[in-house]
């Protein structure tokens, strides 16, 4: 029986009849005890099949984010050999993983000669968990963050408001900086210095005997 014990026969029956990836959210991510690399996450997968847990080593995982869940009883896509491959229970470096979040490769999003990526598929978020999995998904996904990084970008400068004096006279407070410019009166011409004593004694006429 490829469900481990405590897996509910409604969740495992709900599995075996969807055969297929479903839409997840990533409740908890923390890291795995024994594997730098690996994390163990908890995704709920819908009314179905609840929330499980699940190894993974995808390098975009966060808490939050809608991906794609491959539960037990489902296939994936090995994107190497190009074979499905059946989702069992199984013991990742002792800790339990009851399914696998998927990537392009994983759901045969990838055409032959591709290289798959370390990622798992991101979702829209507005995509409810439990729903089957299907390719326009992601690309529903990528339009959605286009759209939240248009809303991102600052929006242009405004520009500067005249006062409500230079407004109603019909002008800009720059025109107003201008002309106050050019009223300013130039700056007083440095006196001429006083000439030395002995060059004025010198030119004083001689006083009559």
Do not use: Y
Not at 20 to 48: I, M
Not at 72 to 83: I, M, R
Not at 115 to 140: C, H
């Amino acid at each position: 029986e490829p469900w481990p014990a405590g897996f509910s026969a409604a969740a495992a029956a709900a599995a075996v009849q969807a055969a297929v990836p479903v839409v997840a959210l990533v409740e908890a991510v923390k890291p795995h005890p024994d594997a730098q690399t690996l994390s163990v996450c908890t995704v709920n997968g819908g009314k179905a099949l609840g929330s499980v847990q699940v190894v993974c080593g995808a390098t975009n995982l966060k808490v939050g984010m809608v991906t794609a869940l491959a539960p037990l009883g489902s296939s994936v896509t090995d994107h190497a050999k190009g074979v499905k491959v059946p989702i069992k229970a199984a013991k990742v470096r002792g800790v339990e993983s009851c399914g696998m979040l998927c990537g392009m490769g994983e759901l045969g999003l990838l055409s032959k000669g591709e290289a798959a990526t370390k990622e798992v598929v991101v979702l829209g978020s507005a995509l409810q968990p439990g729903t089957p999995f299907e390719g326009s998904m992601v690309n529903s996904a990528d339009l959605e963050e286009e759209d939240e990084e248009s809303d991102d970008e600052p929006a242009a400068a405004a520009p500067k408001k005249p006062s409500m004096a230079s407004a109603l006279m019909g002008s800009d407070d720059d025109d107003d900086d201008e002309s106050e410019e050019e009223e300013e009166a130039p700056a007083p011409a440095a006196a001429a210095p006083a000439p030395p004593k002995a060059a004025a004694a010198a030119a004083a006429p001689k006083a009559a005997a």
